[in-house]
Nanobody, 132 residues
Framework: QVQLVESGGGVVQPGGSLRLSCVAS????????MGWFRQRPGKEREGVFC????????WYQDSVKDRFNISRDSAKNMVVLQMNSLKPEDTAVYYC?????????????????????????WGQGTQVTVSS
């Protein structure tokens, strides 16, 4: 069973930066996909980015692609989401998510823009608040 441990988050002023980290364990396949979702107040959970491990194919939500970027450490099964130029509308609970399976599955998840239903493991969530 895949388990995810998140860290990071907090309160920051508009224009500031925060970093979220997620470490996964328990993958049963050599191929996996990891990503971050967020749930803003009164909204449905939405994908922020996801990436597969073997090729590094990555999808970002349009509203964050010029401000957020990721780094990966495949040896540690870790992804880090660096969030820059944060805006009040980025305020949300952020969730790490992961899934493993065939290589074709991981590519399909990224190419389909990280559908929530394709992720089988979820972190507990971490609050990010952007406020002056």
């Amino acid at each position: 069973q895949v388990q995810l441990v998140e860290s990071g988050g907090g309160v920051v002023q508009p224009g500031g930066s925060l970093r979220l980290s997620c470490v996964a364990s328990g993958f049963t396949s050599q191929s996996y996909v990891m990503g971050w979702f967020r749930q803003r107040p009164g909204k449905e959970r939405e994908g922020v980015f996801c990436s597969n491990n073997r090729e590094g194919f990555t999808w970002y939500q349009d509203s964050v692609k010029d401000r957020f970027n990721i780094s990966r450490d495949s040896a540690k099964n870790m992804v880090v989401l660096q969030m820059n130029s944060l805006k009040p509308e980025d305020t949300a609970v952020y969730y790490c998510a992961a899934g493993d399976g065939t290589h074709a599955y991981t590519r399909r998840v990224v190419f389909n823009k990280c559908p929530r239903a394709d992720f089988s493991a979820w972190g507990q969530g971490t609050q990010v608040t952007v406020s002056s």
